[in-house]
């Protein structure tokens, strides 16, 4: 699912040149403005509040799988640090939704998306990396079986999940490439060198 690909001593005929002469970087990063938007950015989130999802993250899930975990004769969901937990996960679900739901009505206006798209992309990557170590956590120990296992919890998807949730911080620009593009171009923070 991931890639490096590069160009060494590359030419391309002056017919392909897309854009300006030696201004490929600001092409490149157009094309990543897009693909941040379109691999799950605020847009598609907004899309999904719209047709009337009310729990994004699948905070329902979370609860069940909290609910019917059981540890020392107790269920993982009564202990209060892990609801406080999940409530928080539930307050950021619904915080991306709506910031979905502002996109959307952007885009409705014909407003393109710009450099906001960063602060959905790197938030979700992040948020969801978050969730599924929480999920491993409340699994416990059953955390390190993968699919094959007869004692995996629902067959090792959620640990794929996480393992999964890895990508994101990587696809479409590191998180850390996007708090700086957040820190320079959204607060207009100087760059450091």
């Known amino acids: 699912e991931f890639c490096e690909m ?3 001593d590359m030419r391309v ?3 392909n040149l897309i854009g300006e002469l030696n201004m490929g970087w600001y092409s490149a990063m157009a094309t990543l403005v897009a693909e941040r938007d379109a691999g799950g950015g605020l847009a598609n989130v907004g899309v999904i509040a719209s047709a009337g999802v ?3 993250g699948n905070m329902d899930s979370l609860v069940e ?3 019917n975990t059981r540890r020392y004769g107790k269920t993982v969901w009564d202990d209060p640090s892990f609801r406080q937990r999940i409530a ?3 307050i950021e679900s619904e915080a991306i939704r709506h910031s979905g739901g502002r996109a959307v009505a952007r885009l409705r206006k ?3 998306m710009g450099d906001e798209v960063n602060i959905g992309k790197h938030f979700m990557a992040e948020h969801e990396t978050r ?3 929480l999920v491993m956590e409340i699994i416990g120990a059953r955390s390190q079986l993968w699919h094959g296992s007869k004692h995996s919890v629902a067959g090792g998807a959620h640990v794929y999940r996480m393992v999964a949730a890895r990508g994101g911080t990587i696809a479409a620009g590191t998180s850390e490439i996007n708090r700086n593009v ?3 171009r959204i607060l207009g923070l100087p760059r450091l060198y």
Do not use: T
């Open 182 to 184: 957040i820190a320079e």
């Open 54 to 56: 009310s729990s994004l």
């Open 131 to 133: 969730r599924s170590d």
């Open 13 to 15: 005929p002056h017919a």
């Open 6 to 8: 590069f160009f060494d």
């Open 65 to 67: 799988l909290a609910q």
């Open 110 to 112: 014909g407003i393109p």
């Open 88 to 90: 928080q996960f539930a």
